[in-house]
């Protein structure tokens, strides 16, 4: 029998769902201690915060997950759905300078 923390891993590793949610806990945790600090603005299209479009943290890597991308519902959504929203690569990658 595998120690528990070693079955944990391994158990994690094996779903991308299981993962993302794990990389959310930790991140949420790092928002509460202060470890995390959450902006006003999108830091892809520079809007506003609010209640209707919020800054989510996004998540590039899920094994990283205090390395986040603060972003707004909408363009939060375009990360997740780029075919959908019409998001160019270099947008998604990170490179704004093409905007």
Request: glycine content about 6%; proline content about 5%; aromatic content about 6%.
């Given at each position: 029998?595998?120690?528990?923390?070693v079955?944990?891993r391994?158990?994690?590793a094996?779903?991308?769902?299981?993962l993302s949610a794990?990389?959310?806990?930790?991140?949420?945790?790092?928002?509460?201690?202060?470890?995390?600090?959450?902006?006003?603005?999108?830091?892809m299209?520079a809007?506003?915060?609010?209640?209707?479009?919020?800054i989510l943290?996004?998540?590039?890597d899920?094994?990283?997950?205090?390395?986040v991308?603060?972003v707004c519902?909408?363009?939060?959504?375009r990360l997740?759905?780029?075919?959908?929203?019409?998001?160019?690569?270099e947008?998604?990658r990170?490179?704004?300078?093409?905007?």
């Amino acid at each position: 029998m595998q120690p528990r923390k070693v079955h944990n891993r391994t158990y994690m590793a094996a779903s991308n769902w299981t993962l993302s949610a794990w990389a959310i806990g930790k991140t949420q945790s790092a928002i509460k201690s202060g470890l995390l600090v959450r902006p006003d603005v999108c830091s892809m299209c520079a809007s506003q915060g609010n209640r209707q479009n919020p800054i989510l943290a996004h998540h590039d890597d899920y094994a990283k997950p205090i390395e986040v991308r603060w972003v707004c519902r909408e363009c939060h959504k375009r990360l997740h759905y780029p075919l959908a929203s019409g998001v160019s690569e270099e947008l998604i990658r990170g490179n704004h300078d093409n905007q």
